[in-house]
């Protein structure tokens, strides 16, 4: 489950009014030269454009697959679309700084208290409200030209042979935007990055309760754009990872990244390592008006971790596992608490703070499952900033011990291993290769309540999840000697 320089408002309006009409065959010639204003904000345009109907531009690669230990990315399949850029040839739309028209989408997304159904995404690691943004050189937050979401705003650039390309989904009830290992300027696919963003109405279960906003990072290998003074993706103006509602006081900000390396100080302090957004998930929520609550993150890839008490068969000791906390607070001078609790027995988890900054700190934890009853258990973060009026906020690592007895069944590397189809999983799941004879199926979500359990005399079962809420659920299987296997499963 794995920075900053505030401008003065006269200088903001001058980028802000820095607008103009372009080709992209003039854009690129301009920005080759060093001609741009970096912080402009450019429209890029076809002469006599017609308007493309981007449902001939679905995702048609292969159908992937997410890894059956975490549920933040979201794997591209044909639901997906790529984005239709502006000024840019269709179908794969690859471009540098584009911009969607307006999208709109069918549910209220809350910003800071307006609520919006349209938006523009940019190829630039962000989406916009109002109108769309070209601009290419990041700048910190608050900034009160720009009403902006964004996982990752640096130079984009998906011209290159291997570089990906950016793919947006809506459902009726949240959106999701996806750089799938996108280049940079000018023309880079030697370094990719990998990120994603969702927003929702505030209900959709696709996030925890409580967010309408998610960040998604998989492998982040470079920071910055050759026009922004980057060498080799690095250095020059770093990228900006935050939300900014344009007003000055709602906003906050994550990090800004320069480098390569797991470097971080907190939001606000010196520029970070790009290596540390690797694997993080990050949620909030957008429609609090005020105080922004911390931010509570950790270095899980996934949600849910395994791990097998008393496990003394198995080549790889598995009975204990390691992971950070991070708390931070987003917004400028406030300061942070943090508490870390267990529902374990207290011998079972240790921790040490390897940061403590008033804005940012840093805990390495280590949970021990040797000897512990096979359970459900929670490491809950909990932080607490000193603003008017306390912001408080909490994540949770979930840990699930298992006996080492429970991977009888088949080996794993076995071509006849029982398996999960698909996982993720949307409407039914297929289990294949179960063994012969009375087998008892149970279907358990992560807090370990039952949730479907029936007996099974086939080779290859089929169970409908249509009702199960979208997370992570762990399938049992007991034969009649009573040997186990448990597999995990991700529901959308």
């Known amino acids: 489950m794995k920075n900053i320089l505030l401008f003065s408002s006269v200088l903001l309006v001058s980028f802000a009014s820095a607008q103009q009409k372009t ?15 970096a912080h402009a904000n450019y429209v890029i345009v076809q002469p006599d454009q017609q308007i493309r109907n981007s449902a001939n531009a679905r995702y048609s690669g292969p159908m992937q ?11 591209l399949d044909t639901t997906f679309t790529i984005v239709p850029f502006n000024g840019y040839q269709a179908p794969d739309y690859r471009n540098d700084d584009g911009s ?32 769309p943004y070209s601009t290419f050189t990041a700048m910190a937050f608050p900034n009160s030209s720009f009403q902006m979401i964004a996982p990752f705003w640096a130079d984009v650039d998906t011209r290159a042979a291997l570089s990906g390309l950016v793919y947006y989904k809506i459902t009726p009830t949240h959106m999701i935007v996806k750089w799938e290992q996108v280049g940079y300027y000018s023309s880079h696919d030697d370094l990719l990055s990998t990120f994603q963003l969702i927003i929702t109405d505030g209900l959709d279960t696709i996030l925890p309760a409580g967010s309408n906003v998610s960040f998604c990072y998989g492998d982040m290998q470079w920071t910055t754009g050759d026009a922004s003074s980057g ?39 010196l520029n970070d390592g790009v290596d540390w957004l690797d694997n993080q998930e990050i949620y909030f929520n957008t429609s609090l008006l005020g105080n922004v609550p911390p931010l509570v993150m950790n270095s899980t890839i996934c949600d849910t971790i395994d791990v097998y008490t ?27 608490t943090a508490i870390i609790s267990t529902n374990a027995p207290a011998s079972a988890l240790s921790y040490v703070q390897t940061v403590n900054t008033p804005t940012y700190k840093a805990y390495a934890c280590t949970f021990r499952a040797i000897h512990l009853p096979p359970a459900v258990y929670t490491v809950t973060g909990t932080a607490i900033d000193d603003g008017i009026p306390s912001g408080e906020n909490s994540g949770q690592v979930i840990i699930h011990s298992y006996y080492s007895a429970e991977l009888g069944i088949n080996d794993p590397t076995n071509s006849t291993a029982i398996n999960i189809y698909p996982n993720p999983a949307n409407n039914q799941i297929s289990i294949n290769n179960i063994p012969e004879g009375n087998v008892q199926m149970t279907i358990t979500n992560v807090f370990g309540q039952t949730i479907f359990s029936a007996p099974t005399t086939n080779k290859n079962a089929i169970v409908d999840c249509s009702s199960f809420a979208s997370g992570v659920y762990f399938i049992n299987l007991v034969n009649k000697n009573g040997e186990q296997k448990t597999m995990k499963f991700i529901r959308r």
């Open 310 to 336: 008393g496990d003394t068969l198995r080549s790889i000791n598995q009975d204990s596992v390691m992971f950070d906390f991070y708390f931070m607070t987003p917004e400028i001078n406030q300061n942070v």
């Open 100 to 131: 969607s028209s307006a999208l709109m989408i069918p549910f209220n997304f809350n910003f800071f208290g307006v609520n919006y159904d349209s938006l523009f995404i940019n190829n630039n690691g962000n989406i916009s409200f109002g109108a």
């Open 231 to 269: 060498v080799g993706g690095f250095g020059g103006s770093p990228s900006t990872t935050g939300v900014n509602q344009g007003n000055g006081t709602d906003y906050f900000q994550v990090a800004q990244c320069d480098a390569t390396g797991n470097t971080f100080d907190g939001p606000y302090g």
């Open 65 to 75: 697959t997410q890894s059956t230990t975490c549920n933040c990315i979201v794997p």
């Open 23 to 37: 080709t992209p065959q003039d854009y690129e010639q301009m920005k080759n030269a060093g001609q741009l204003n």
